[in-house]
Every structure is written in C-alpha cells, then in structure tokens.
Nanobody
Framework: QLQLVESGGGLVQPGGSLRLSCAAS????????IAWFRQGPGKEREGVAC????????NYADSVKGRFTISRDNAKNTVYLQMNSLKPEDTAVYYC?????????????????????WGQGTQVTVSS
C-alpha cells in the first residue's frame, strides 16, 4: 500500500528555519512526480514546490522562491522541504503528494489535481 508520512513541523519564530520530511513506503520514489502543498487557515490549498518525475527539474511558487528548497534522497525514499526565512504567512498544514508518471512521459506541476497519493500533513506555525 502506497503511503506518505510527513514530519518535521512545529512552531518557529519569524526568520527561522524548518526542514520537513516526507517518507514514502510501499513504493519507490523513482519515476514519481513529487510535490509539497500547504493550506493555511481559511485559505485554499496551494502548491509550493515540486520535483519532476525524472528527478531533474524543480519548480516553486513565487511566494517561496529563494526561501524554500525541495530535495529527495532516493536511498532513503524520502523527500524534504527546507524552509528558511520563514514568515507568519507561511503558517499552514504542509502536505506531500506524488503521482506515478506514465512510461516515457515526464510529469511536473504544482496543481493539486495532478497528484493522487497524499500524506496526512504536518503543521507549521510561524509566530513570535
């Protein structure tokens, strides 16, 4: 059974850093497009960072460019989101999601409808 488990959330002061982890089980991340999403209080869920299924290309939402970095460790079957210079508006539940790319097709995107397997989320609160 495909499963994603996020961890690493917590309370951090503005300007601080956190690293989120997304551990995959039941499948290998190779050939999967991967993304991090977030949903703040009273807001729509939005994509913040993604990795192509080829594992070579990343994309970021404008609101986090230069501050967040997505990375992956295939040996550990884990995806990370390094978040620096955090702002109160980054407060949200953060989710990771994946989708298997069809053979010969490279998949990448920040649209939530693209992904079919989701984790349960981890809370990030940025506050002084």
């Amino acid at each position: 059974q495909l499963q994603l488990v996020e961890s690493g959330g917590g309370l951090v002061q503005p300007g601080g850093s956190l690293r989120l982890s997304c551990a995959a089980s039941g499948f290998a991340l190779d050939g999967y497009a991967i993304a991090w999403f977030r949903q703040g209080p009273g807001k729509e869920r939005e994509g913040v960072a993604c990795f192509s299924s080829s594992g070579t290309t990343t994309n970021y939402a404008d609101s986090v460019k230069g501050r967040f970095t997505i990375s992956r460790d295939n040996a550990k079957n884990t995806v990370y989101l390094q978040m620096n210079s955090l702002k109160p508006e980054d407060t949200a539940v953060y989710y990771c999601a994946v989708v298997k790319a069809p053979g010969g097709v490279v998949v990448i995107g920040l649209g939530q409808s693209l992904y079919d397997t989701w984790g349960q989320g981890t809370q990030v609160t940025v506050s002084s």
